[in-house]
């Protein structure tokens, strides 16, 4: 099995992503518990949350220095383990 990547996001109100992943499974995704954090302070000025995008490397990001693990995000929005994403062989 592939482990599932991003194919289409955008950015939603308080911090959520509508994010749609290669195996159909899609849906909103909460990061308002990074804002403000760290690196994430980019996002005090919303218009830089609003500039999400794919990665050419696949991750979800805002800018070269901030992204967030697909495979976490996957995990987030489907209710999956690492164990459903990786089985081992």
Not at 32 to 57: C, M, P, T
Not at 77 to 85: A, I, M, P, R, S
Request: aromatic fraction near 14%; hydrophobic fraction near 40%; include cysteine.
């Amino acid at each position: 099995m592939d482990v599932p990547v991003p194919v289409a996001v955008k950015p939603l109100s308080n911090y959520h992503i509508w994010i749609k992943y290669s195996d159909g499974a899609e849906g909103q995704v909460d990061f308002s518990h990074l804002a403000g954090k760290g690196v994430f302070k980019f996002w005090n000025d919303y218009r830089n949350f609003q500039r999400v995008y794919i990665s050419e490397a696949g991750a979800i990001a805002w800018s070269e220095d901030i992204e967030v693990c697909p495979d976490a995000t996957y995990m987030r929005l489907t209710g999956k383990t690492v164990e459903d994403l990786f089985p081992s062989a």
